[in-house]
């Protein structure tokens, strides 16, 4: 059974910084490309950015220079940090991998994390 576990949102004042995590437990060999969404309330899902097994990034152009993906292949885990967060960046915040498991090729979802930004 492999789960993606996101951690780290919360509320915070527009200016701050969060650093989410994304970690990969259960049964995983290698864990490949990671995406991360968001959906705010009333709107679609959109993505934020996203990051290769080999550390190669994108970004959408609303969070360039401000959130920096990266990621941690040993512990299975990818950070999304983000700096100089705007209420616009209020929304459930969601990881979205490529899972080996050895025995084939999977993606999954993680739960989400609600990230709230008070103006």
């Known amino acids: 059974q492999v789960q993606l576990v996101e951690s780290g949102g919360g509320l915070v004042q527009a200016g701050g910084s969060l650093r989410l995590s994304c970690a990969g437990t259960?049964?995983?060999?290698?864990?490949?490309?990671v995406d991360w969404y968001r959906q705010a309330a009333g709107k679609q899902r959109e993505l934020v950015a996203a990051i290769t097994r080999g550390g190669s990034t994108n970004y959408a152009d609303s969070v360039k220079a401000r959130f920096t993906i990266s990621r941690d292949n040993a512990k299975n885990t990818v950070y999304l940090q983000m700096n100089s967060l705007k209420p616009d960046d209020t929304a459930v915040y969601y990881c979205?991998?490529?899972?080996?498991?050895?025995?084939?090729?999977?993606?999954?979802w993680g739960q989400g994390t609600q990230v709230t930004v008070s103006s």
């Open positions: 259960g049964n995983i060999f290698s864990i490949g490309g």
């Open positions: 979205y991998a490529e899972v080996n498991t050895g025995r084939g090729l999977g993606r999954y």
